[in-house]
């Protein structure tokens, strides 16, 4: 019996239908995107503005980035022996209620050092996170599930203007504390309903129980054979190349697009808001009325199309002359489009290409993978920032089509196998 459609748009379809951990899980997410998009923008400020040298800024980041790798490595095995939504409960109290305690009330390093070292910990709890929206849930949805996600985030960054008001109605140190302490109570809520609202799958169950007796570290080290299982295998390691290619293009234009804007093309500071908001925009009214049409097992083509995209906006960056505001603005419509597909792909092929029953370890030693290859490119862009502008956009079009490259082979390897996602 075929299911029920109440709407053609497979987004929304979506949207209505999904029910359990997988509806918790995605309606419960704009009480962490909403303080997250009102905060964030200030965060590097209101760290000088109590007193953090640029030195102390960069080891606090530093800091955080370590954190994640370790807490990457364990957030499978965590996951298995206290089950997913126990896991997840305990770890973003480490990773956000506690950290947002620190930031809100923070004097000085000391405070913003260790706020960094717990909130790492939410890698634990996004292994978790994502087996709750996986687990149980209906495969040929599962793209359309990280787009709603996506979806979330996205709306939830229109409320960032208001910080902007904040600010210049209050000041800065006194709003980013209000801030802090609006986020800590979103993520008591949240954690509370994620907790109280969703259930231990099956497969969780198993885990669980195959985990009793076991220590952390001995887990760990008896996983050994799924790590090398996950390197080993083509279809995995393809899926972590396209993850990490991601990290490494956002982490790169991130950091260093807007000195190329403002440096380079010669462009005032304050236009940057403009293509923040047109990237939003596009984002936005991509994952409703495009994204909702490509289908995983179809994932080639669209796929392909959005890492070549990246190739040439970055290499038509280098074209552009002083002042070119129209250059700037369909470059930023074009990445638009592309990050509105690779985002929810690159999470939903990752997913899907993990074996089932050990998919708690594989995803956790996965993510730690990518970050451990994809944190030294921040240094390496800031390297070429100071010889150039435009050259961490030429190792972003290298990253972009190394991409291009992994999606066509991974496409073929589900072929060679005779496998669909």
Not at 44 to 64: D, K, N, R
Not at 197 to 220: C, F, N, P, W
């Amino acid at each position: 019996m075929e299911k029920k459609t109440y709407s053609k748009n497979p987004l929304i379809d979506t949207l209505l239908t999904i029910r359990g951990n997988q509806r918790v899980a995605i309606f419960t997410e704009p009480l962490y995107g909403i303080p997250f998009n009102l905060y964030m923008p200030f965060v590097s400020i209101y760290m000088a503005s109590l007193g953090l040298s640029p030195v102390q800024i960069g080891f606090v980041a530093m800091l955080t980035m370590f954190s994640q790798m370790v807490s990457s490595l364990f957030g499978g095995v965590l996951a298995d022996k206290m089950g997913r939504r126990k896991s997840l409960f305990v770890f973003d109290v480490f990773a956000w209620i506690i950290p947002y305690f620190l930031w809100a009330t923070a004097q000085g390093f000391p405070a913003f050092v260790i706020a960094a070292l717990l909130n790492g910990m939410w890698r634990i709890s996004n292994v978790s996170y994502s087996l709750l929206i996986v687990e149980d849930a209906d495969m040929k949805r599962l793209s359309h599930m990280y787009g709603l996600m996506n979806l979330a985030t996205l709306l939830a960054g229109f409320i960032s203007p208001l910080a902007y008001i904040f600010v210049q109605k209050f000041s800065l140190i006194p709003t980013m504390r209000t801030m802090y302490f609006f986020a800590m109570i979103l993520m008591i809520v949240k954690n509370l309903v994620l907790y109280l609202g969703t259930y231990d799958t099956d497969v969780a169950k198993r885990r669980m129980e195959s985990s009793k007796g076991k220590g952390i570290i001995s887990s760990l080290l008896n996983s050994k054979k799924l790590f090398v299982d996950l390197l080993t295998t083509p279809r995995t390691l393809l899926a972590i190349g396209l993850m990490t290619c991601y990290l490494i293009i956002k982490t790169v234009n991130d950091s260093f697009w807007p000195l190329f804007v403002t440096d380079y093309v010669k462009i005032a500071d304050e236009n940057l808001s403009i293509f923040n908001a047109i990237r939003s925009i596009v984002m936005l009214l991509s994952t409703i009325f495009i994204f909702p049409n490509i289908r995983l097992s179809r994932f080639k083509l669209p796929l392909f199309l959005s890492f070549f995209a990246y190739v040439t906006v970055n290499i038509m960056y280098s074209l552009l002359n002083t002042g070119s505001f129209l250059g700037l603005t369909i470059g930023t419509f074009a990445e638009a489009l592309a990050l509105s597909i690779i985002i929810p792909m690159t999470n939903s092929i990752l997913t899907a290409t993990i074996e089932k029953e050990e998919r708690a370890k594989q995803l956790s030693f996965a993510f730690m993978v990518s970050l451990l290859v994809s944190a030294p490119f921040s240094l390496i862009g800031g390297w070429l920032s100071n010889m150039s502008r435009i050259l961490p956009l030429f190792l972003s079009a290298v990253i972009a089509m190394l991409g291009c490259i992994f999606t066509i082979h991974l496409a073929k390897t589900f072929e060679k196998e005779g496998n669909v996602i």
